[in-house]
């Protein structure tokens, strides 16, 4: 939906809040390296991966519910996420402390990362809520 996107965007710009405006791609599958995301950019100029949103869309607009997606991009196409981090959160996205065991015995690396990831996740749930709440 045109106009709600572009109420999002103006919510988004008077909290200064950086908007990006561009394809998304959507995929079934990570793109857990940097050569996997290049690569995505280079054939689709996509400016975001998207694995959840595009089947959501589709089954709420089949219902009449208008749509548009804002998504808070964590890392860019040359950063990669380490993918022992993804062990730490379950499918409901609950926290699940035998993976941080398992971070913190095989994996000390991506262990120093999390107050970094830590940081960034709050920043882009914090920016997500305020554009959110200002709207409804």
Do not use: W
């Not at 290049?38 to 959840?52: F, L, R, S």
């Not at 040359?78 to 926290?95: H, K, Q, T, V």
């Not at 065991?101 to 991506?110: P, Q, S, V, W």
């Amino acid at each position: 939906d045109s106009a709600l996107s572009q109420e999002l965007i103006v919510c988004a710009k008077k909290r200064d809040i950086p908007v990006i405006q561009g394809k998304m791609l959507t995929s079934r599958t990570i793109l857990s390296n940097v050569d996997q995301k290049k690569g995505a950019y280079n054939d689709t100029q996509a400016i975001a991966v998207d694995m959840e949103s595009a089947g959501l869309a589709r089954f709420l607009m089949s219902h009449g519910v208008r749509v548009a997606s804002l998504r808070a991009v964590y890392d860019t196409y040359d950063e990669l996420l380490p993918a022992s981090i993804s062990g730490l959160i379950d499918a409901e996205g609950r926290f699940r402390m035998r993976g941080l065991m398992n971070l913190m015995c095989k994996d000390t690396k991506t262990l120093l990362q999390l107050p970094q990831v830590a940081r960034r996740s709050r920043l882009v749930a914090e920016r997500l809520s305020d554009i959110l709440l200002s709207i409804f």
